[in-house]
């Protein structure tokens, strides 16, 4: 298990839950994909500065771990 700031946690929750998602390139998001948590898709809006990036299998594993299977079952599932 990775020490993550809360708002990684959530941002990662996120993905898990709805898909992959549009972030503002930052610290954070570059952390997640240093681990191997996310993925960067390579859709990008340049002018907002914004990338899409999606969940990795190793990013399910990290929030099953912390918060069981529940928490990485999509939205309408």
């Not at 708002?7 to 990662?12: E, H, T, V």
């Not at 972030?23 to 998001?29: E, I, N």
């Not at 681990?35 to 990008?44: Q, W």
């Not at 969940?55 to 918060?67: H, M, V």
């Amino acid at each position: 298990m990775h020490k993550l700031a809360p708002g990684s946690l959530y941002r990662l929750q996120t993905l898990a839950l709805t898909g992959a998602q549009f972030y503002q390139v930052s610290v954070y998001m570059r952390r997640l994909e240093v681990l191997g948590l996310v993925a960067a898709t390579g859709r990008t809006v340049p002018e907002r500065d914004s990338a899409e990036y999606e969940i990795t299998d190793a990013g399910r594993a990290e929030l099953e771990e912390r918060y069981g299977s529940a928490s990485t079952k999509p939205v309408g599932s």
